[in-house]
């Protein structure tokens, strides 16, 4: 099963929402939708339900157009961030209600709500009303009502942003299981670059109504195909520089530079942009070859066993470090950071990766 | 941890109190006094027990004017909320329409309730009103001054017209807090307008309503001065509603006893009905 975007856009009174996309999505792995807020996600997966026409290109479903197709005949099924249940019906009825408007006999209906249930662990809630339960619990009855049908495609529209960590934890290892063994397409919009680390599958950065980039989730993070992308996937934000190459030098600024890499040596004279991972920003000296660098704190976030310093470099620009261990520093204070240069990707002038580090 | 002991905390829900007191308490404990004593003017006051509870219990003319009082408070019940809840279902919950919409809605809301009588009067007087001249001039008999069915039809669409945008834009409150996803997910399941109707949008309109109806049924039953200012109670007594038929003893007859008592019981049975309404719909949402 799969499901092919041919060049798709939206536009809305003249604003475009979704730039023209070409995706196929399979069945079988996560298709990860990974962007910020009003990138695109939610306006995106309505075109791929059916629930919003696009503007213009095809939506097909197995090898069939199914365009102009609305979507109560498109077999879909969706969770959203709210706990979408409804409130008069008991946990039962709401499971049950994509099987009764598909008219299934009752037996049927009973023992394919039981299986679900049990498999989401409300079986014993099955007589209450969604008011009644916590929102893990509620999140999960509308998990339920969008599994128990054999949906061909099932959307998630960030599913577990409203809840608290703890339950978060435990449906995040519970979705894939929960998909091993179906035959459909499963599309999951999600904020948060470590959960689409975690479910792997494939992934798209979005940004701004664009795919920057649509691959094997690992790959995205590893070989991000340009600037957008990789900050699309960075949480904190991805350092960026600017940086000059001359001869055999990168010079970040007047007193930080490196020599130029073997690797390095085809590029040409210049300037390129570089993006560092916050983890490769230390606040103390390594074994490493590190380059140093002088740095304002704005902010020390210590949590325990990581610190998450902001501060400010080269003119204005806003960098952020993060390191095991508690590093503590006053606001306002000048300190050198060291840079992992050997581990940051290198952009060129129109943003397109050239170099991906070691 | 210590609790700290500070008795100033008193006087700042001193100026709650004495408002209490002067607003509510007094004039009601006055109302107790009054209810179990007699009096012959000259401020003598004789103990009268329950007396005038016994007789206002079984006046014929107290039972017929809670009668058309109960009779009063159904019907705009009846008509007011299915019609509230259709104008608000119908209303659009984008774009510019809205604000010019909530705006016409607020409108009889906003007029004083005398204006409001005096407007409904004129304007369906027989001879130079718009809606009474009209009515005759199709040839229906219509003169709500001498026929009490008129009056009434009268007074019901003059109560329909003052105050079904309450329940409308409460009820437009509770449907703009649907959030749209619970329409894509009914959309999605395949359900009827009537379903999404039945399912989504009642239930969630379901608290704005329990407080709508208690409002209306409340304020319906103190009505006084729209019916007083339309009617003055007539044609003879068939609209003669409670607070209309207390004012007449109060203060045309100056019963104070029988008056006292009759303000009681028409308190209680307010506070009994909004009690048991109220415990009714609430159980509903137990369920």
């Known amino acids: 099963m799969a499901l092919e975007l041919k060049q798709v856009s939206k536009s809305v009174a003249g604003e475009t929402h979704i730039f023209p996309t070409d995706m196929v999505l399979e069945a079988g792995e996560f298709n990860i939708l990974l962007g910020t807020t009003l990138s695109g996600k939610t306006s995106l997966m309505q075109l791929m339900a059916g629930l919003d026409r696009p503007t213009s290109g095809q939506v097909w479903f197995n090898g069939q157009d199914v365009t102009e197709m609305p979507v109560q005949k498109r077999n879909v099924s969706m969770v959203y961030q709210q706990f979408i249940n409804y409130p008069n019906m008991t946990v039962f009825e709401n499971i049950a209600s994509p099987l009764r408007v598909a008219k299934l006999p009752d037996k049927e209906t009973r023992s394919r709500v039981g299986e679900i249930a049990e498999i989401l662990r409300i079986s014993s809630m099955l007589e209450r009303r969604p008011s009644e339960l916590s929102g893990g619990q509620q999140q999960r009855v509308a998990m339920a009502r969008a599994l128990v049908k054999d949906s061909s495609l099932i959307l998630f529209d960030e599913p577990l942003a409203n809840l608290d960590f703890k339950l978060r934890e435990e449906l995040r290892d519970e979705l894939p299981r929960l998909f091993a063994e179906r035959d459909c397409v499963v599309v999951y919009a999600t904020t948060e670059p470590s959960e689409a680390l975690l479910f792997g599958g494939k992934c798209a950065a979005m940004f701004e109504g664009a795919v920057a980039q649509f691959g094997p989730t690992a790959e995205l993070y590893r070989k991000p195909l340009n600037l957008t992308s990789a900050q699309v996937f960075s949480e904190p934000p991805l350092n960026v520089a600017k940086v000059v190459k001359s001869g055999d030098i990168f010079r970040l600024s007047d007193t930080a530079s490196w020599p130029v890499d073997a690797s390095y040596q085809t590029m040409a004279d210049g300037e390129y942009t570089i993006g560092v991972r916050p983890h490769h920003v230390y606040p103390m000296q390594k074994e490493k070859q590190l380059v140093p660098i002088d740095g304002k704190v704005q902010v020390a976030e210590l949590s325990g066993s990581e610190s998450m310093i902001h501060f400010t470099a080269f003119e204005d620009d806003s960098w952020v470090s993060l390191s095991h261990g508690v590093h503590a520093f006053d606001g306002g204070e000048v300190t050198t950071f060291y840079v992992d240069v050997a581990n940051c990707f290198y952009f060129g002038a129109d943003g397109r990766l050239i170099s991906a580090g070691m | ?287």
């Open chain 2, 1 to 287: 941890m210590n609790k700290t002991v500070n008795q100033k905390a008193w006087f700042l829900v001193l100026p709650v109190l004495l408002l209490v007191a002067f607003n509510a308490l007094i004039p009601l404990m006055t109302v107790v006094n009054y209810s179990v004593q007699e009096t012959f003017g000259d401020n003598n006051f004789f103990w009268a027990g329950v007396l005038w509870f016994e007789e206002v219990l079984r006046s014929e003319r107290f039972h017929s004017s809670l009668g058309r009082q109960l009779f009063f408070t159904f019907s705009i019940l009846l008509i007011e909320i299915p019609l509230g809840v259709a104008i608000a279902l119908a209303m659009p919950r984008k774009g510019v329409w809205v604000s010019v919409c909530l705006v016409l809605m607020a409108m009889p809301l906003l007029i004083p309730w005398n204006v409001v009588g005096a407007m409904w009067n004129i304007f369906a007087l027989p001879e130079i009103g718009l809606l009474g001249n009209t009515l005759n001039a199709l040839g229906i008999d219509y003169n709500f001054t001498r026929q009490p069915v008129a009056a009434w039809v009268t007074l019901i669409a003059m109560d329909v017209w003052h105050w079904t945008s309450l329940v409308v834009l409460l009820a437009y409150a509770g449907l703009v807090s649907i959030p749209d996803a619970y329409y894509q997910a009914a959309k999605i399941d395949g359900a009827s307008s009537w379903a999404i109707f039945r399912f989504i949008q009642l239930p969630k309109m379901k608290r704005v309503l329990t407080i709508a109806i208690l409002l209306r049924f409340m304020d319906s039953f103190n009505i006084y001065t729209e019916p007083f200012v339309l009617t003055g109670g007539g044609p003879g007594n068939s609209t003669t509603l409670l607070s209309i038929d207390l004012v007449k003893i109060a203060l045309g007859q100056f019963d104070l006893g029988p008056a006292a008592a009759m303000s009681l019981i028409y308190f209680l049975i307010i506070l009994l009905l909004s009690w048991i309404f109220y415990t009714l719909m609430m159980r509903n949402e137990d369920q």
